[in-house]
């Protein structure tokens, strides 16, 4: 028992229900009793100031007593309103003296301050009402002390923060409180279109938006808060996540289908190679099962080809096929067609009979579509085709000698 008097002293203090607490000098605290913490909330945690915890209004009384007491030495009573985990401000009388063993600290007591008397008071909340709210402001302040990417604030109706809480607050470089007192307003003056916007969350309605801030990508919830419904706006609930390791994944899910992407337009790529086997002469040779998306990449492919390199013929060789739906055989028709317009020849080589039956079936106009028999034979057609071209140009426009020109 003797060995161990402090630990008992603080086990004492930690379950006192009474409101004590040891400050320094400069009016920091350094220790509270478990009814303080339990009646102010996270906001007595060791090295809080009173003078933060104090209503700005009783922040020069506050002042004023702390300064007689360390130059008189002599205890001191005073009241004052101090903020309690739920942003409301709890009026206290409070009983300080400098500690005879230690003078660079004051022991303090607190209660709460008698009710003025005045014939328009509002009725005293019953002793359920009273517990009702303490539990719900128990599990506001431990979901904001134990919820990792959470932050949570409300401001009154003047935009002057009341409640400033949450484990992720410290990934703006905050301090959880640290804005208790402020003015939204002022934080963000330098700012009128982000002041104006601000202004906008007190016309009661509910908002959501994701922005960046900090380095942080924050999912946030504006809510406006009434004190009865129907009243007007006198307040605003703000709850922001930090949803910076989901906006990550998505990042790189968007990057792996963009690569997808990219990987699959290679593969078209190579599954529809444009080759030029002579000059002048296009083969584009297909395999597979080709479908309607294939064949409209194919068509634009191919007339690009065919402009860029001044191509006279383009084969298309369907050896390799061996189903084709039906509004494929219609773009085939449709393509020869506007290799016509460009000024080549569209051949089509290779038919196997089911696409034959395919094309036949639709009823469609063939007898313009230019067919060999495969490969080789529509090389060989385009070839003469271009020989009888060039020896048509090069003949000679004189007449042959021994005979008189025509009439």
Known sequence: MESAPSALLGELFARSPDLLFIASADGALLHGSGGLREALGPGVESGALLADLAHPDDRAALAAAWSALLQRGEPVSFDVRLRDGGGAYRPLSCNASRSSSDRGAVLGSLRPAPA????????????????????????????????????????????TYVYHQGKAIAKTGLTPGQHLGRSVFDLYAASPEAAAEMRQWYDGQVRRGRSEAHGTYWDTWLIPLRSAPGERVDGVLGISLDVS????????????????AAQQKVIRDLSTPIIEVWDGVLTLPMVGTVDSVRTAEVMDSLLRQIVEKRASFAILDLTGV??????????????????????????????????????????????????????????????????????????????????????
Do not use: C, F
């Open 322 to 407: 061996e189903v084709v739906d039906t509004k494929v055989a219609s773009h085939l028709v449709e393509l020869v067609t506007a290799i016509r317009l460009l000024g080549a020849d569209g051949i089509v080589a290779g038919i196997k009979p089911t696409v034959a039956q395919t094309m036949v079936a639709l009823g469609l106009d063939l007898t313009q579509l230019n067919t060999q028999r495969n490969l080789r034979a529509a090389l060989n057609y385009a070839i003469r085709s271009m020989t009888r071209a060039q020896a048509a140009t090069l003949a000679p426009s004189h007449p042959a000698p021994g005979k008189p020109p025509s009439p």
């Open 116 to 159: 003025p008397t005045t014939a328009a008071a509002a009725p005293a909340a019953t002793e359920e009402e009273l517990s009702t709210l303490r539990l719900k402001a128990r599990i506001l302040d431990s979901i904001a002390e134990h919820v990792e990417p959470i932050a949570i604030w409300a401001t009154d109706g003047d935009g």
């Open 245 to 260: 390791d989901s906006k990550t994944v998505e990042n790189e899910l968007r990057i792996q289908l963009d690569r997808i």
